[in-house]
Structures are given as C-alpha cells and as structure tokens.
DNA sequence: TCCATATTGGAGTATACGCTACAGTTCTGG
DNA sequence: CCAGAACTGTAGCGTATACTCCAATATGGA
C-alpha cells in the first residue's frame, strides 16, 4: 500500500495538529473531531492513513523524545550527566508533551498489556544506556552493578520529573543534580 | 442530613463492592453499574450517599493507603526502614490498589487542578514524615538537607513502584534496600 | 491516455457511561 | 404512632466518543 505523495503530506498535517493539541490541551483536547478539525482533514482520511487515535498520538510523543536525545546515533558517547540532562529537559521544557507519555505510561501502562511491554522495553534501553554510561566513567564497575545503579537512578529520575509535572514550583533539576555519582560541592552520602 | 443506620450500611456495601471491582478489575471495571450490581443497590441509592462515583474511589483508596501505615498514630516512633517497607508493601501487597492510586495521581493528577493540589499535599505530607524520620536517626542533619534527601528517595521509591507494577519481575524490595543511608553488608532474606 | 490504486469528506453508527427524576417505601425521634 | 426526613429502585436522559462506510475524486506509473 504505497502512499500517494498527498497521503504523506496530509499525514504530516494530521501529526502536527495532534502535536499541537497535545502541548495545548493535554490529553483531553486530543479527540479525533479536534484532530480532524485542526488538520482540516475528514474522518476517513485520518483513518485512512492511521489504524487508531492511539498511533497518531505515540508518534508524537516518540518524535518528543527523540528529540532531546544527546547522542541519536547511538555512537555510546553520551556521558551520564547527557543523560540526566536530557531526561530532565524533557520533563521540563517539552512538559506538555512530558505528561502525556506519563499518562500513557501510568495510565494506560497498568492496564494494558501490549503498552505495558511497549513502556519496559523502552525503558530497559534506557537503563542500558545509563549503564553504559556509568560504566564509561567508572571502569571498575561490574555492568551488574552499574544496570542496578542505573536503574536505581532512572526511577529517581522518574520520581522527580512526577513531581515537577505535578508541581511546577519543584525544581527538578536542582534535585537531578544529586544524583549524579561525583557531586562538585556539597558530598552527598550514598 | 444524618443518615440512618441502613444508609450506613448501604454505604459500606457500596465500598466494598467498589473495592472489590478496584482490586478484581482495575480502575476499568469500576463503572457505576458494576458497582451497584455488585452491592445490590440501585444507582439511587449510590447517588443519594455519594457525590460521584470518584468519590467512592478515593475513599478505597485512601483506606489502602492508611492500612499499611506504621504509625498510624502519629507518634513519632517510625524509622526511615519501616517507612520505607511501609511504601513497598503497598506497591507490591496491595499492587491493585496501588496501581489504582498511581493511575489517579498521574493519570488524573496532570490534568484536574484538584486532584494535583490532593496529590501534593499527602506528597509533601510524606515527605515531611521521611525527613523527620531520617534526622531523628542522623541529628547531625539540618532539616533543609533532611528534607531534600527525602525528597529524592520518595522520588525513587515512586520510579520503582511504578516499574514493579509495570513488571511483576521487578523486584521493588531488594532496589528499595539501598535507598536506605547504612545498608548493614548485605544481608539476603528477610 | 488509461486505470488500478490511493485519497477524501463527512454523515452516520454503535455504544458506553455517569448521572438524574421521581414516585414509592422505610426509618426513627419524640 | 406519626410526620418528616432519609432511603430505594427503575427507567431513561444527555452526551461524548472512536470509528466505519462509501461514493466521488485525485494520483501517477506504464
């Protein structure tokens, strides 16, 4: 089912309507009337381009996380203070979109199983990669120490972007900081 | 408007089927008519002794949470450990429940301004308890840095939940252990 | 040019759900 | 025992939603 060079165009238009509902109006605002309203586009050609509600909207929020990647490449030259950074600046500066992958990683995640799988794997390939990281830094660590650090770390991380969606006077980044294993000042005991 | 002791019972009933629904089915199988078949009432009734159907919702919700308190009294005499395993066994004892908790938190949490404010109130309420715990066991700790500690390990302990729920092969309690400031040379079992 | 295939719009479908109206029944304090 | 308040069940209202159907039209490779 090769697409027409209109059917590609027209599914930008249907990504970009839905990103923009997205960062305005939260999860909520994305109804397939508001989709196909904003994209100036029917019901049928939505669902001629895309199976469900559901893809429009992962593509955009897998698009956000894309794109505050350090090291797209996967070239493994990500330091571990890359990471965090681009963990927090996803949680703070793309918050909008932030909060809907929350949501559906919480939300539908606890529910359904195929989204479950779906959030563990990406989950896991960040845990990796955090390791990696780690063990690039600290050379003495076995990689099972470095995978429950790392995951350890990642948990943290989720805890406090939860908490600065929730509340937006928190800083997250301030408390990101903390985790990381050499701290310049202040020693932080572990 | 006092109730009468058959409303009294209505309303019990009335949580317990909710409850049951909540731990049997998720926050998915809790609709307004499960609930009434399951508590044999009519959806009168529910409506004359609740406001909504969150509102039986939150009150199961709560009751889980208090249940696993380790003081609930308030005097003081909890130690960051038993806080600790107090957060765990509701993750994992009462996963349901607790999954329930978390889908309101987050999933309704990031887009209904009251149930944030709710959320962040017992939040920092948690983490007041935390951090008294933790000086009460290190006095050498100002409370500003007490707090702050507090803050990232609650932030952890709620990663974690979230990725035990998300994967039952996850174990929650061992990742929890190191959290705590003097692990005591890795005892295994419990 | 031809035509198989892709695209389009939007009215219409199916359905689920929370909640209410209301008339009849039961409770309980005095 | 009785008056007024609390309680009860049923029927159905109102609304919102994702998605389908299909006839008409556009596209682009041969």
Same mark, same amino acid.
């Given at each position: 089912?090769?697409?027409? =060079?209109?059917? /590609?165009?027209?599914?930008?238009? /249907?990504?970009? @309507? +839905?990103?923009?509902? *997205?960062?305005?109006?939260? /999860? ?9 309203? #904003?994209? %100036? ?6 669902? %001629? ?12 929020? =897998? ?13 493994? +030259?990500?330091? &571990? ?18 909060? /809907?992958?929350? #949501? ?16 563990? =794997?990406?989950? #896991?390939?960040?845990? !990796? ?5 780690? #063990?690039?830094?600290? +050379?003495? $660590?076995?990689? @099972? !120490? ?7 770390? *990642?948990?943290?991380?989720?805890? &406090?972007? $939860?908490?600065?969606?929730?509340? !937006? =006077? ?9 985790? *990381?294993?050499?701290?310049? @000042? ?5």
């Amino acid at each position: 089912m090769a697409r027409y =060079r209109v059917g /590609i165009e027209t599914r930008e238009r /249907i990504l970009s @309507a +839905t990103r923009r509902l *997205l960062s305005e109006g939260g /999860i909520e605002g994305v109804t397939l009337k508001a989709i196909t309203a #904003q994209a %100036n586009v029917g019901a049928g050609s939505f669902y %001629n381009l895309f199976d469900s509600k559901e893809e429009a909207v992962f593509e955009v929020v =897998r698009g956000a996380i894309e794109a505050v990647d350090p090291d797209p490449e996967g070239a493994g +030259t990500d330091t &571990l203070a890359d990471l965090v950074d681009a963990f927090v600046t996803f949680m703070t500066d793309s918050s909008p979109i932030a909060r /809907i992958y929350l #949501q559906l990683a919480v939300g539908r995640g606890l529910t359904d199983r195929t989204i479950a799988e779906r959030v563990i =794997r990406s989950h #896991q390939r960040r845990v !990796e990669r955090f390791a990696d990281a780690w #063990q690039r830094e600290d +050379t003495s $660590l076995t990689p @099972a !120490e470095a995978t429950r650090r790392a995951q350890v770390m *990642l948990a943290a991380l989720t805890g &406090l972007g $939860l908490s600065a969606l929730l509340d !937006e =006077r928190f800083d997250m980044r301030e408390h990101a900081r903390e985790l *990381l294993p050499d701290v310049p @000042a202040a020693s932080t005991g572990r």
